[in-house]
């Protein structure tokens, strides 16, 4: 198992702490690659993983057609959508609800704008808990259909996502259910890291030089620079990548706080971008967010709804990639996709 010797406070985010060495990523790879396969450096206790789907081991692609059209030879798409539920938030749900199922916790609660509230719900259904999930009353229909087509209790909240995260976690204090939100439970951090990991290793054991993120509340790019960190202290990679945070113009408080300006209405409009799965008025781990760019060297950019258009577009026509419109596109044509993550190679980027 994974030897948890402490944790420590980064920016105002709980980072577990390991018994860091060369040895804890074995260099050969088993026949069933997931997440799982990084348990060392997971809060995961002995014997057989109980969560009951493959989560993790998604591929790194190299997208020829699309290399060739944006002329960037060594870029990569890490494709998320090979999870369960498309996206990345499956692997924060993975690991919180195999702690729940060694504990014996038959509820999970989170509050979301869309897919970890989809991941949620139909990871407790195929672990047979049951889910509480707390969404605004703006949550797209055809996500709402998929939680409640996998027995979710859903409530929708009128004040807003915010509110429906307080709603979620004073729920999970009260009746001391599995609390799966964002920078409340340090394991979410803990199971998405392991995209850093995967990436290493599929480079070769070598890092990208920089990866560009969707940014809501921030957990994707936090958990990308602990993994890279924690590869570095186990004396496996020597720097970590630049990391870029991309927000949707229309809702963008840590792309203004990054450029120390402050953001007025129209740069705090969820409603007015079609990106709903970053638009976060008050993300949760900003501050953590803003911490890992800026000790990486990387940056944060705001891009417009038609860009993101652009995007899925592109993605689509030249790489074979369904991605919804959590996209985005920046001004060096670097391509990103939600629930997909591009990482550049060598000096490529």
């Not at 605004?136 to 807003?160: N, Y």
């Not at 945070?245 to 840590?254: D, K, R, S, T």
């Not at 409603?271 to 970053?278: E, N, S, V, Y």
């Amino acid at each position: 198992m994974g030897s948890v010797i402490g944790s420590v406070d980064q920016a105002g985010c709980e980072w577990l702490q390991y018994d860091y060495g060369s040895a804890v990523i074995a260099k050969e790879r088993p026949a069933s690659f997931t997440m799982w396969r990084y348990r060392e450096l997971l809060p995961v206790p002995d014997g057989p993983v109980r969560y009951p789907m493959p989560v993790g081991g998604t591929p790194l692609l190299p997208v020829p057609a699309l290399r060739k059209t944006l002329g960037t030879p060594h870029l990569w798409i890490k494709d998320e959508t090979r999870n369960p539920s498309a996206s990345n938030k499956d692997r924060a749900t993975a690991l919180v609800i195999e702690d729940g199922l060694r504990r014996g916790v038959g509820t999970i609660t989170t509050a979301s704008t869309g897919n970890a509230a989809v991941a949620t719900a139909f990871g407790a259904a195929a672990a047979g808990m049951r889910a509480i999930i707390f969404v605004s009353t703006d949550c797209r229909p055809e996500k709402l259909a998929l939680m409640a087509q996998a027995g979710a209790w859903v409530f929708r909240v009128p004040e807003g996502y915010a509110a429906a995260v307080d709603l979620s976690r004073a729920a999970a204090g009260a009746f001391d259910w599995l609390d799966r939100n964002t920078g409340a439970n340090p394991f979410t951090i803990e199971a998405k890291k392991t995209v850093a990991f995967e990436v290493w290793e599929q480079l070769g054991r070598r890092l990208p030089d920089a990866m560009i993120v969707p940014v809501g509340d921030g957990p994707t790019l936090v958990a990308l620079a602990k993994g890279f960190a924690e590869l570095v202290s186990c004396g496996l990679a020597a720097r970590q990548p630049r990391l870029v945070g991309i927000q949707a113009e229309c809702c963008q408080p840590l792309v203004r706080a990054w450029f120390g300006v402050p953001a007025g209405p129209a740069e705090l409009n969820p409603a007015a971008t079609a990106a709903d799965g970053i638009a976060v008025v008050r993300p949760a781990i900003g501050d953590a967010v803003l911490d890992a760019v800026r000790r990486t060297g990387g940056a944060m950019v705001a891009v417009t709804d038609s860009a993101l258009l652009s995007a899925v577009a592109t993605l689509a026509g030249r790489a074979g990639v369904g991605a919804e419109l959590t996209g985005n596109r920046v001004a060096s044509r670097r391509v990103i996709s939600r629930g997909n993550l591009v990482a550049g190679h060598a000096q490529a980027i």
